[in-house]
């Protein structure tokens, strides 16, 4: 009769950790185990396989609950902090594990649990379309993280979000981002605009260029489509705008990770170009009103660590970057300046050739110097910003008007700094 397994201690280098032995493959253990190897058993337990010690430790780092590690009997347990129970099993139990004819020790049993689509609040929502490549998932999850972006909905039930390819490809930062699995994509996307969000769809056949694009100051869903076969024609007939990356030479189309990758990159920067100019200076009305003085002062603090410039002109080459040219007229409604102090504003920008003016068009429009001093100055602004909000979770982001006190604090915090001058 097979033995059902034991406890002991085994020593390790550092410490003594408990671990029980298993022997056998029918441990129920086990076999929820091999269980995940399939992707419906992995839905369905809403748990997934971690194979090796680096997938353990991405995990484990991201917040994931770990339920255990097994390991082969003949070596010793990683010492993994936020691990509760390890197992010491054979080299043939660990392969029927896995899946594999070869072996992989540790491990690890992690819970992989999806969101309902209706709590979703971010300023910035990623949806995948039947995206399949496990590659090509982890990717483009890894990458948004990257920018920022930590809200992916799923819109395709074959889409493998927790195979071993797809973590690895994520460097684990799949268990750092907030998943929603709706029971249709279709079914998401009216949520998404029945709750405000402008829905955007990537195509390489999509008439309008990205970046030529105007956004309103909402917040954003981008829909990114199949590797063969793009966005579902179901879906596209419901979103709200379809863009393309303009591509030169013989390139017919990019990788969908590369992709996903610029769009993130180049929308959201929009975006905050779009809520910095309306949301934050005009629909909050009279009560945002000191709390704008302290942000511009809060930007200007940190951008003196690097640059001359002023959040006013540094906000003036984003909008730039966003409509190419702007007339006089345009520049004194977005900078809420006029006279000899725009003048005063617009006359460093001229004089270090970040703008010039265009006879043709009778308007300011951005450089190549301009733009190159934008690409260097947008991570301090997006560092700012996240020093202005520190404190608050996306929920209480999304209410901003309740917080407004909090921010202030930041912001004085930042000002209030001894010292000053570039770094």
Known sequence: MESAGRCVILDTAMTSIPVES?????????????????????????????????????????????????FDASGHPPEIAGVPAYFAVSTGILKKITGTSYLTSPVGVAHTPMTDVHALS??????????????????????????????????????????RKTIDASRGKIFDTRLYHPQSGLEALRWLKSAGYQVIATSPHAPGLQSLTMLKPRPIALIVGNEVNGISPEIASEVDLSVRIPMAGPVESLNVGVATGISVYELRLKLVIAMLTDYIRKTLGREINVTAKLIQMAFDRRLQEVTDLSSTQAILLMIMACDKTMDREQIEKDTATHGVELDALLAPLLDGSLIRFDEQRRGYELAEAGKTMLSHLWPVLEATEDEILDGLDDAERERFRGYIQQVQRNCLS?????????G
Not at 32 to 47: G, I
Not at 51 to 64: D, P, T
Not at 134 to 162: C, H, K, P
Not at 414 to 422: D, F, M
């Open 22 to 70: 298993i022997t056998s493959i029918k441990d129920p253990r086990v076999i929820d185990a091999r269980s995940l190897q399939s992707l419906s058993a992995r839905r369905e337990a809403e748990k997934c396989l971690l194979y090796g010690e680096q997938q353990i430790r991405w995990a484990v780092a991201s917040g994931a609950i770990v339920d255990h590690v097994f």
């Open 122 to 163: 971010a300023d910035f929502v990623l949806m995948l379309d039947d995206v399949r490549d496990r590659g090509n998932l982890g990717t483009i999850i890894r990458t948004a993280r990257a920018f920022g972006v930590r809200d992916v909905v799923i819109g395709g039930r074959e889409s493998d979000l927790f195979h």
């Open 414 to 422: 930042i000002v209030s700094e001894p010292g000053s001058g570039k």
